[in-house]
């Protein structure tokens, strides 16, 4: 399969802590995009890096690509209840399909 | 208000009627796609559309039909031939297919009685 599969399939932390979810890829990409869904609704886009970068920032979101190990990690500072959601990582390949794997359900407690 | 529209939001289909799902967009974007997400599952490309009277299957296209008569819109027909059809469907939309981020519809809920 060339799904990308996420680690862990589900987080659970307090308000405040950091999130950090990882995922893996085995085909070679053109960049790597990280999607957030609500429960019941549709993807939202939250970041997208190219395959020449290795970190990026977006707010509270920092996301890191290591093409040599076709892996990506998602970091949520300072998370909040509201961040409760399933983060999908979607690598695009070279030709131009998303792979998505099956998501980090994420859970922030109040 | 921009952006990309699903209906219904619910749908129930007896064994053996075809279904048709509408996604419209008005984001004046080329590419349209549909996906298939079952529970706790990633999204499976279904079809998609680079521009328009042009269509691609994805990986799991048998049992479904699209079409793409307007830029706006790439309804999908689910068919009987659709063996296991209760699904979550989304359709999504990008500036165009391939290296940018793609902009998703609320979803409908197909669900076979």
Request: hydrophobic residues 30%; neutral net charge; proline residues 4%.
């Amino acid at each position: 399969s060339q799904q990308g599969e996420e680690d862990p399939q589900a987080l659970s932390i307090q308000e405040g802590e950091n999130a950090t979810m990882n995922c893996s890829y085995k085909t070679s990409i053109n960049n790597l995009q990280w999607y957030r869904q609500n429960s019941g609704r549709g993807l939202v886009h939250l970041i997208l890096i190219r395959s020449n970068e290795r970190e990026k920032h977006s707010g509270r979101l920092r996301v890191t690509l290591d093409t040599s190990k076709k892996s990506s990690s998602l970091l949520i500072t300072a998370s909040r209840a509201a961040d409760t959601a399933s983060y999908f990582c979607a690598p695009l390949d070279q030709g131009g399909k998303l792979i998505f794997g099956q998501g980090t359900e994420l859970s922030v407690k109040p | 208000d921009g952006g990309i529209t699903q209906s219904p939001k619910y749908l129930f289909r007896k064994e053996g009627q075809n279904v048709t799902l509408s996604c419209e967009q008005n984001l004046n974007h080329d590419a349209m796609y549909w996906y298939r997400q079952d529970p706790g599952q990633g999204l499976r490309l279904i079809y998609y559309s680079q521009i328009v009277n042009d269509f691609q299957k994805g990986d799991i296209a048998e049992g479904y039909s699209v079409s793409r008569e307007k830029k706006e819109s790439f309804p999908l027909t689910v068919t009987s031939a659709q063996k296991n059809p209760t699904a979550f469907y989304l359709c999504a939309s990008s500036i165009e297919r391939g290296y940018n981020e793609q902009f998703f519809g609320p979803g409908t809920r197909l669900t076979v009685l």
